[in-house]
């Protein structure tokens, strides 16, 4: 994230690596690391899928780099391109239950009896289950509402969807995942 006033400094860098300037995309590459891995890091499966999502995210950068106009900021610009490149890596992979990474959960209950750990983790399991159950796109507006709490502009704007379409994937994909955990539970 570009720290504040500093939005003089990163139009520089942008200009500068619009013109080739491999040192200056490095500059930016560095500025925004971060906030892409945060964003890969919803939809990848593993590390070794983060590590590529993120790197072809900035590939996109650097491809699409010369057509930034500067109409928003360099951070949403490239927030946005990471969420689209998301999108094309949920649609082209095909996520199975088995390769679900459960190294990834995190339990913030610490103190808690072993029982408790033990259904934390099977509930995480069901919803990751679930989840995987959904299309691309369904999943896409499910974790960018719930999972980074985004607002309904949000994600308009970042997923390039007009705000009434965005309300009606997210409740489309909410009570799909409804039906899906319900089934789950029936079986």
Known sequence: MTPPGDDADEDALVRAAQRGDGDAFAALVRRHKSRVFGIAARFARGAHDLEDLAQDIF??????????????????????????????????????????????????????????????????EV???????????????????????????????????SEANVKTRGSRARARLKEILEAQRDE
């Not at 289950?129 to 949000?154: G, K, N, Q, Y």
């Open 59 to 124: 590939v996109r950068v650097f491809q699409k780099l010369e057509g930034f106009r500067g109409d928003a900021p360099f951070e949403h610009w490239i927030s946005r391109l990471a969420v689209r490149r998301c999108y094309d890596y949920l649609r082209r992979t095909k996520f199975r239950w088995d390769d679900a990474p459960l190294e990834a959960v995190e339990f913030a209950v610490r103190d808690e009896s072993v029982e408790r750990e033990a259904e934390a983790r099977r509930a995480h």
């Open 127 to 161: 919803v990751n289950r679930a989840m995987a159950a959904l299309p691309a796109d369904m999943r896409l507006v499910l974790t960018l509402f719930e999972l980074e709490d985004r607002s309904v502009r949000e994600v308009a704007s970042l997923t390039g969807w």
